[in-house]
T-cell receptor
């Protein structure tokens, strides 16, 4: 069964304290793994797409990595403005229409304390 | 306007009311989606309109009815809802790229409360 599990559910960091968020997945053929950021009262905002094991992408203080079973979102020296919920989603191959084979995790709620 | 716009942002309705949620995208995308977001649950796909074809999640109750008059507009008609339908309803759009991975652009959501 295709599924996505994110951990931890919530994470509190001091400003400048680096850490990582985990996204474990099982899917019958990976088409892509996505990271989104969601602020309170807003919709998810796209961050990264990763396609194959070993791939890495960076944006400011965020770096996403991918293996065959999981992805990590590394946050280096976070700032309070990085506080948000981070969602992971996995798109499985095989079906013609994209989003009915897109599986989301429940997210990690990150709080960065000044 | 740019991006994906949803109205209303907040809606309170009784179980016997009929209301509609509206979504509009200005990105030139050719696929539009409705998702339901409930606390501590993954985003749940409700409906997809892609290249004039509709795909739906069979577990969505018939009290939710989508309408997509063109590639830029999407509606979700609501009638005889239940309190458990209270949630954030997200609209999204994407460019269908065949076998490629589809990046979704989301609207800000419509927060629905059913009394």
């Amino acid at each position: 069964e295709d599924q996505v599990t994110q951990s931890p559910e919530a994470l509190r960091l001091q400003e400048g304290e680096s850490s990582s968020l985990n996204c474990s997945y099982t899917v019958s053929g990976l088409r892509g793994l996505f990271w989104y950021r969601q602020d309170p009262g807003k919709g998810p905002e796209f961050l990264f797409t990763l396609y194959s094991a070993g791939e890495e992408k960076e944006k400011e203080r965020l770096k996403a990595t991918l293996t065959k079973k999981e992805s990590f979102l590394h946050i280096t020296a976070p700032k309070p403005e990085d506080s948000a919920t981070y969602l992971c989603a996995v798109q499985a191959s095989g079906l013609r229409t994209g989003a009915n084979n897109l599986f989301f995790g429940t997210g990690t709620r990150l709080t960065v304390i000044p | 306007e740019t991006g994906v716009t949803q109205t209303p942002r907040h809606l309170v309705m009784g179980m016997t009311n009929k209301k509609s949620l509206k979504c509009e995208q200005h990105l030139g995308h050719n696929a539009m989606y409705w998702y339901k977001q409930s606390a501590k649950k993954p985003l749940e796909l409700m409906f997809v309109y892609s290249l004039e074809e509709r795909v739906e999640n069979n577990s969505v109750p018939s009290r939710f009815s989508p309408e997509c008059p063109n590639s830029s507009h999407l509606f979700l008609h609501l009638h005889t809802l239940q309190p458990e339908d209270s949630a954030l309803y997200l609209c999204a759009s994407s460019r269908q790229q065949g076998a490629g991975a589809n990046v979704l652009t989301f609207g800000a959501g419509s927060r629905l409360t059913v009394l």
